[in-house]
């Protein structure tokens, strides 16, 4: 895991335990979906940076599986098409590079989806029974 990545996977365990503690002082119910919106985006978002490791990682032991005769090296035997798409994988990881970025973008998205959805079934539940909100 690069460093952005992980400096992202920090914060948002840090961030789900903070809201786990913030969880018992919260009673209003709009709150209550702002509360929940977050705890989605940063599950969402340290989702999206472990499966890109993960993927990152899988394409690292697929390229190392080319190494026939484990010397370290790939001779030229060992050399062949699949080995250079794989190869282009791991080397060129902007995809991997980005992913903080792009998983925060993503993350926020459904996270403010969600929010919006929320607030609007909280708004119905109140309009219509007023008492329990």
């Known amino acids: 895991m690069n460093y952005p990545s992980l400096i992202g996977f920090i914060l948002g365990v840090l961030a789900i335990i903070s809201l786990a503690f913030v969880e018992k002082k919260i ?4 709150l209550k979906s702002l509360w929940r919106s977050a705890l989605f985006f940063f599950s969402m978002y340290i989702l999206i940076l472990v499966l ?55 993350s926020f998205l459904l996270a403010g989806l969600a929010l919006i959805l929320d607030l609007v079934n909280t708004w119905i539940k109140s309009k219509n029974n007023p008492i329990e909100s």
């Open 27 to 30: 009673s209003n119910p709009y």
């Open 52 to 106: 890109v490791f993960m993927r990152w990682k899988y394409y690292e032991m697929q390229l190392s599986a080319f190494d026939l005769n484990s010397d370290g090296s790939i001779g030229l035997k060992e050399y062949t098409d699949q080995y250079r798409f794989v190869r282009d994988k791991v080397m060129s990881g902007a995809d991997r590079n980005f992913a903080f970025v792009t998983g925060a973008a993503l």
